[in-house]
T-cell receptor, first 114, second 116 residues
Framework: NAGVTQTPKFQVLKTGQSMTLQCAQD?????MYWYRQDPGMGLRLIYY???????DKGEVPNGYNVSRLNKREFSLRLESAAPSQTSVYFC?????????????FGPGTRLTVL | AQTVTQSQPEMSVQEAETVTLSCTYD???????LFWYKQPPSRQMILVIR??????QNATENRFSVNFQKAAKSFSLKISDSQLGDAAMYFC?????????????FGGGTRLMVKP
């Protein structure tokens, strides 16, 4: 099992450019998440998908869109990148329902917007 | 909304000794889950330990244990016999049991340094 994979690992964009961050999981999890981590801070939730076909806003959704392509894949799109979106982006997945439902994280994507 | 606070931005421990990282949270709910995640320089987020709020017994995982004080809304992590590989950022996280999306709320993190 690869767990949660993310591409790319690093990306540099110019202000106004667009890009899509890809995430895939092979653990048959229903729920998937996108977080951002700014320097010296904890992770903040951007969007999540509780199950295939559904997406919901998290704490900091402005400037982002998501697509739950299928059960395995959950992508994050920046339509017009801004310097304030310079951050490390993490994708995570978990089972839904039940009890503890630990989230498993990908390795992250470091994005710099110039 | 729930908040999670880690009051120690940095901690230092001598190799083989014990260190405790603090975490407090604010919630009006009675049923929830608490987690500690480790983030080494590789940036990967690794689950260290988790605790269900309905359980009175403190969770333990090898050298890692927690002191869960529900009334005080405190969830500290104790690392025994510290090793160089324990050096990392540690994040405390909260999840409501009523949260269908299983969303986590994270604290700001504590950087742990381990001295040889």
């Amino acid at each position: 099992n690869a767990g949660v994979t993310q591409t790319p690992k690093f990306q540099v964009l110019k202000t106004g450019q667009s890009m899509t961050l890809q995430c895939a999981q092979d653990m048959n999890h229903n729920s998937m998440y996108w977080y951002r981590q700014d320097p010296g801070m904890g992770l903040r939730l951007i969007y999540y998908s509780a199950s295939e076909g559904t997406t919901d806003k998290g704490e900091v959704p402005n400037g982002y869109n998501v697509s739950r392509l299928n059960k395995r894949e959950f992508s994050l799109r920046l339509e017009s990148a801004a310097p304030s979106q310079t951050s490390v982006y993490f994708c995570a997945s978990s089972v839904s329902g039940g009890t503890v439902n630990t989230q498993y994280f990908g390795p992250g994507t470091r994005l710099t917007v110039l | 909304a729930q908040t999670v606070t880690q009051s120690q931005p940095e901690m230092s421990v001598q190799e083989a000794e014990t260190v405790t990282l603090s975490c407090t949270y604010d919630t009006s709910e009675s049923d929830y889950y608490l987690f500690w995640y480790k983030q080494p320089p590789s940036r990967q987020m690794i689950l260290v330990i988790r605790q269900e709020a309905y359980k009175q017994q403190n969770a333990t995982e090898n050298r890692f244990s927690v002191n869960f004080q529900k009334a005080a809304k405190s969830f500290s992590l104790k690392i025994s016999d510290s090793q160089l590989g324990d050096a990392a950022m540690y994040f405390c996280a909260y999840r409501s049991a009523n949260n269908a999306g299983n969303m986590l709320t994270f604290g700001g993190g504590t950087r742990l340094m381990v001295k040889p």
